[in-house]
């Protein structure tokens, strides 16, 4: 007994359907405020550009600051700069941070990678006493455009379906 092979339409549906969750779960967590993440108070004990952790270590000339507060885990890796398709941080001053200063970091818990044990590149907020240093730019942009493009699929997908040009 052989199992009959999925259809392309039930393929197309389903994957982009995934697509589609795991999209709207991002906007979900991209629009918590700053009091539903979690937070760290202390003294920032390390504030490079590179880590001596394998795979962390980055050339001078990229945008990237690793923050350490009190010895503790997990190190806030933040990107400070513009990326390729035009992302940044809203608002940016941790380089006037020194070790020694007393920040509360606001971040999210990273449910897909175990890594974010030790570097974690989801810190959302950083402030010292009442004053923001940085705010970490929003990417709902790309994945409005990532949700219309399911979305297209997905009924093109069904009315050619319904036309008889897949099965």
Known sequence: MSSKPAS???????GFSICLLLCLFTLYRNQKTKNQFQHLTGTITALTKSLKIEGYSSPDKEPIRYLQIQDSLPI?????????????PSFERVDELRAGDVVTVYYDKNYLN????VVS??????????????IRGNKDNEVYYLISICLIVIAVSYFLKKAGKIS
């Not at 806030?76 to 940044?88: V, W």
């Not at 175990?114 to 044990?117: E, G, L, M, Q, T």
């Open 8 to 14: 392309v339409f039930t393929k197309l549906i389903g």
């Open 76 to 88: 806030f890796r933040l990107f400070i700069g513009e990326d390729i398709d035009g992302s940044k």
């Open 114 to 117: 175990s890594n974010s044990d």
């Open 121 to 134: 590149n989801l810190a959302y907020f950083v402030d010292k006493g009442q004053q923001a240093y940085f």
